[in-house]
């Protein structure tokens, strides 16, 4: 698109780019799948007749969420033949995004992950109302239901997201001080500096997808956790370190191993205690943690 071309669908577009980009990437977990649908989007509003349309982000939001649901099937097939648990790609994000505390919360690995475990409908509708708050006439006019079809859907992916999700979240403050003592005593190989840190039924999910060793299911139990970590450090023959960044909005670290990005990590703390720990290993998935990537929820 030139940027000198001021024609109100571009216009419109342009506005509002980054928002329709995070619906996408909330519904997809892949940010080269959300362009794509963005891609799609445009060659569908371009040929749009503006003058019937009320709302234009409504309708953008619209258009975007019924590509990215077209793509969200394409990929569940994809996912079926992946190795290994399947975690969203991680994005660096600029901090002030944790301002937005239901939007940071959404883009966790966390609660990504969650995500996952939803039908692409169910995710759809909680991906636009719990987090765009958008009206449930436009979310029923973007997945093709009713108004009452989309309220019940809702209501199913409300109960399926709480049943899983921290009973007590902790602050950006609280996880950024967990993830010190983590980062502090994994860098110094502080076995139980670790295990202080840890929560008795934490939870270990690293995603390898087959091109980076990786458990092919979570780790659940601080002394498996520490274990497994305690291994897979022996066996890595280099030095690692531990760079603490904004991933998804949230507190996280990107891990070297003698200078070359070997991961990504992200957090889920409670009680000032990691019950969560989601390792992003595939080297495909690691593409956007060197520059930052706008999100938002406006």
């Not at 577009?13 to 989007?41: C, K, N, P, W």
């Not at 019924?66 to 994000?93: D, F, H, I, S």
């Not at 966390?110 to 996952?116: D, G, K, R, S, V």
């Not at 956790?225 to 305690?230: D, K």
Request: aromatic content about 6%; hydrophobic content about 45%.
């Amino acid at each position: 698109m030139n940027d000198h071309v001021t024609d109100p669908a571009t216009e419109a577009f342009v506005a509002h780019r980054d928002l329709l980009f995070t619906v996408a990437y909330e519904m997809l977990g892949s940010a080269a799948d959300a362009e794509d649908v963005l891609q799609d989007a445009w060659l569908r509003w371009v040929k749009v007749d503006l003058a019937q349309v009320r709302d234009r982000r409504a309708y953008l939001v619209r258009i975007t969420t019924r590509q990215a649901l077209n793509r969200l099937r394409t990929l569940q097939r994809r996912k079926e033949a992946y190795v290994g648990p399947w975690l969203p790609e991680p994005l660096l994000t600029a901090p002030d995004v944790a301002e937005d505390a239901e939007l940071s919360e959404s883009l966790s690995l966390a609660l990504m992950f969650i995500l996952e475990t939803l039908s692409p409908a169910e995710r759809a509708v909680f991906v636009l109302h719990e987090v765009f708050d958008i009206g449930y006439d436009d979310i029923a006019a973007a997945i093709g239901r009713s108004p009452a079809a989309a309220r019940q859907i809702a209501y199913r992916a409300r109960r399926h997201v709480d049943a899983r999700r921290p009973r007590t979240p902790a602050s950006q403050e609280e996880a950024r001080a967990a993830l010190t003592s983590f980062q502090t005593a994994l860098v110094t190989g502080d076995l139980q500096g670790l295990l202080d840190v840890l929560a008795p039924d934490v939870e270990f999910v690293s995603d390898g997808g087959g091109l980076r060793l990786a458990a092919l299911r979570p780790v659940v139990g601080a002394d498996k956790v520490l274990r497994y970590m305690a291994g897979s450090l022996g066996k890595a023959g280099g030095t690692f370190t531990g760079e603490s960044t904004t991933v998804n909005g949230n507190p996280g670290l990107i891990l070297r191993l003698d200078s070359a990005i070997d991961g990504v990590l992200g957090f889920r703390v409670e009680n000032a205690r990691v019950t969560g720990l989601y390792y992003v290993r595939n080297p495909e998935k690691l593409t956007r943690v060197e520059s930052e990537t706008l999100l938002t929820s406006r």
